[in-house]
């Protein structure tokens, strides 16, 4: 697709103008259209407050279509949604994008992954394998009486994601630097104030 499809679609006419809620959820949806390229441009357009917010709202979103039973699927969502979350709200946010970014696509891939969901149509009475994002849909679908599935998950379903560790700060806090200014055994000699 082109870029100015890929836009048009956003019903935005460039990328600075990408800084709603609405934006980055269509531009999740639209995951077969875009690349990891396409999220970084996208992404450093946004503070990091607000893609750290987005990522929060989009997976308290499609999380509400996970079966209560399903605590494996739950758990996996819940780590990537903790781990994305705090790399985009990290003081060296847009240092780390790119793994931000590498991360937040390779679990799209992964959820839009044809045949990791065995479902049965109850009322037409057909058989498909779907994904498992297709899967969030139909059960909130089922929750609303619309429709009536019975989905089975593969046992192989797993994603990981590393714990992002984050970085402690290079500068100290005020009182750390006021007990280091107090402290005789310090460099400052109060008595003889020059370097010792």
């Not at 593969?154 to 500068?171: A, L, R």
């Amino acid at each position: 697709m082109k870029r100015n499809e890929l836009l048009d679609i956003l019903e935005i006419k460039d990328w600075k103008e990408f800084q709603y809620y609405e934006q980055f959820l269509l531009l999740m949806e639209h995951y077969e259209l875009i690349n990891e390229e396409v999220l970084f441009k996208a992404f450093a357009k946004i503070s990091p407050e607000d893609l750290s917010l987005f990522l929060e709202m989009y997976f308290d979103d499609i999380m509400t279509g996970i079966p209560e039973d399903n605590i494996d699927l739950y758990k996996i969502f819940s780590t990537v949604k903790s781990v994305l979350t705090e790399m985009a709200y990290a003081k060296d946010a847009m240092r780390i994008m790119g793994q931000l970014v590498f991360e937040l696509y390779r679990f799209l891939g992964w959820m839009m992954e044809d045949k990791r969901v065995h479902c049965r149509d109850l009322i037409e009475n057909t058989v498909k394998e779907i994904s498992i994002y297709e899967s969030l849909i139909l059960f909130r679908i089922e929750r609303l009486n619309e429709g009536k599935y019975e989905l089975n998950f593969s046992e192989e379903i797993n994603f990981h994601i590393d714990e992002f560790e984050k970085e402690e700060s290079v500068f100290p806090d005020e009182d750390t630097d006021q007990d280091m200014m107090d402290d005789e055994s310090g460099l400052i000699d109060p008595e003889n104030p020059v370097l010792m």
